[in-house]
């Protein structure tokens, strides 16, 4: 078989009459599917096929399963398990956005939170919106960025998806329109192989309303996708990329496997795959991993 449909669900909720029913769908429109493989039992399953594009499959699929709480996944199967992940990482591997959790602390949350929504959007400039946002915060101290890291919170999966894949030889990057601070942090909890973000600058005491420069923003989220691909030796085919905002897409584009993650709308429409209803192991299953091999979260 020349392709794989993946289906994830959340634990218990998919059945075996499910992937059956995917099974039906792509056979009808005239295309060869295998028998489901179960990846995870009532979690995950794999179901081959051939004579069918995978934007068609995974269509028809979505149309068949309705309204249950499944995500598809449908990719050549030649080089599916990737040696180089680049995530983003607020919305993503985080379930924040700590600027906007940061901002909290000026008073200026609900006026920042707008200004990232228009730019996850794609409505704004990344690098205007970032530049705005952080003027907002001159004079903040030192203080309310331990605060604001004290809060956050790992996304579920984030560390079974990071542990899994470098245990397996990936390099997995952070590749953030945020900022070191937190990068740092997520970085080290999770086993990232390295990260890439902004630079808040302070005076030592205070934020001084500045960023460094450049901003480190979607061109350079492509660029960093690119640039260690090829450090490690690998095609763009050989990478995954995921994110959630306007700012990913470039790289979400350009990777092998793109997923948009809980995403935008602008993002979850163009990307080639999309995961809407599960944690971030549903990035290990779309790689073909075996829940027996997955790490602990």
């Keep these: 078989m020349s392709h794989v449909l993946t289906l994830v ?10 992937p059956a029913r995917a099974r039906e769908a792509i056979a009808a429109l005239g295309a060869d599917p295998g028998t489901p493989d179960w990846l995870a039992e009532t979690e995950a399953a794999d179901l081959p096929f051939t004579g069918l594009n995978p934007e068609q499959a995974v269509a028809a699929v979505r149309a068949a399963i309705g309204d249950a709480p499944v995500d598809a996944i449908a990719q050549p199967v030649e080089g599916r398990r990737k040696g180089l992940l680049v995530a983003d990482m607020d919305s993503t591997i985080v379930t924040s956005e700590t600027l906007d959790e940061l901002a909290a602390y000026a008073g200026l949350k609900d006026r920042v939170a707008e200004i990232t929504r ?10 205007t919106a ?5 003027a907002m915060l001159k004079g903040l101290r030192l203080e309310a960025l331990e605060a604001t890291w004290q809060g956050t919170h790992l996304m579920p999966g984030a560390r079974a998806l990071v542990r899994t894949m470098v245990a397996n030889g990936a390099h997995c990057a952070l590749a953030s329109g945020g900022f070191t601070f937190f990068t740092g942090r997520v970085a080290a909890l999770c ?11 302070d005076d030592g005491a205070a934020l001084t309303g500045a960023v460094a420069e450049p901003v480190f923003d979607r061109d350079a989220k492509l660029a960093t996708l690119t640039a260690l691909a090829a450090e490690k030796g690998l095609p763009l085919l050989a990478t995954l990329a995921v994110g959630d905002g306007a700012n990913d897409l470039a790289m979400i584009g350009a990777a092998g496997l793109g997923v948009a993650y809980r995403a935008k709308p602008v993002v979850a429409a163009a990307a080639r795959a999309r995961v809407d209803h599960n944690d971030l192991r549903a990035l290990l299953y779309a790689q073909g991993y075996r829940a027996a091999e997955i790490a602990a979260d």
């Design 9 to 18: 669900a959340p634990p218990g909720q998919l059945p075996p009459a499910l």
């Design 130 to 134: 970032l530049r705005e946002r952080v």
């Design 191 to 201: 086993g990232f192989s390295s990260h890439h973000a902004n630079v808040l600058l």
């Design 118 to 127: 228009r730019s996850m959007n794609g409505e704004i400039d990344f690098a």
